[in-house]
């Protein structure tokens, strides 16, 4: 009998579509997968773009706190060092009487450096707080005195002369706002106005016939000592004091900080350490910097001024008849 030549054909023929029916299977099955693949890929790309943003955040959160911890620390170990400092007994009195028996000027090399004072001093039973500024003037002063005049709030003012020259037409701003002008030292150089007290008055004759000059004869009458009268010798800065004090000028030191001194610190550490330490002082003066670099400081006068005037704070400039916060005192 003669084979069919059709039948191996046909066989041949369902084999192939057989293979191809599994073969297109496949790759239907693998599109899916594909396509289903792709789009949790896309997901898990948009969950890993909000997971970093929150990482990113939280970094910064994290970064921001450490910050303001340092900040803190720096503070604490500034108020430690005036604690300890005001603690400590004066070994040196009997010295210090010593040279200021023996250094009366007779023939005096600073004949121009007496302080000129009112006689009429001006009381008030309103709560206040004084606002002082150390290090400048610099280009943040004129933006400090644009945000204390928004609040009628005066303020005062302790100039650096080195490295300031270039902004001396805004000590003529500062008294004509009505702040108060006084001396900080022309160079900040505690190694070398802590020498003696010859040092110091050469220092400070710089600086005081520099604001002299620039305002046309405003004289100051008060000063505070680089660092604070706790700084130098005891035995140096006690006869500067007495010295100082004779010529007619008045130290003023501080007794709340706004720890702005410190790099680290930030407009939230200075925030806090004015706003939460001033309700506590009956006689609250705040050290705060206008120098160079003082951003932060800018960044929360206007919280500052904000929280004090709505707690019912009048904002003073410190003058003589103002109560003195001295660390060190003439004996």
Known sequence: MKKKPFIPVLVCALIFLGVCGVLGFQYWNLDSRYQSL???????KESNSGLNEQLEDSAAELKEKENYIEGQKEY??????????????????EQTEEWYSS??????????????????????????????????????????????????????????GKNNEEHAEYLSEIVKRGHTLALHSYSHDYNQIYRSVDAFLEDYEKVYDWVYEETDGYSPCLFRFPGGSNNGSSYVVHNIIKEMTRRGFTHYDWNVSSGDGSDLTTSENIIDNICSNVKY?????????????????????????????????????????????????AE
Request: hydrophobic share 30%.
């Open 38 to 44: 792709t789009a949790e890929a896309a997901q898990l």
């Open 103 to 160: 250094h009366k000027y007779e023939d005096d090399p600073y004949p121009n450096l007496y302080a000129d004072k009112d006689n009429t001093p001006d009381q008030s039973g309103q709560k206040y707080v004084y606002l002082t500024f150390d290090d400048g003037p610099s280009a943040l002063t004129p933006k400090v005195l644009d945000l204390l005049d928004e609040y009628n709030a005066h303020a005062t003012f302790f100039v650096v």
């Open 281 to 329: 002082i009956e006689n609250p003066v705040v050290l705060m910097h206008d120098g160079s670099g003082k951003n932060a400081t800018l960044n929360a006068l206007p919280t500052v001024l904000q929280k004090l005037s709505d707690a019912g704070y009048e904002f003073r400039s410190l003058d003589q008849y103002s109560e003195p916060v001295q660390y060190r005192q």
């Open 76 to 93: 604490i170990t500034e108020l430690s060092g005036q604690l300890q400092d005001l603690g400590k007994e004066d070994e040196d009195d």
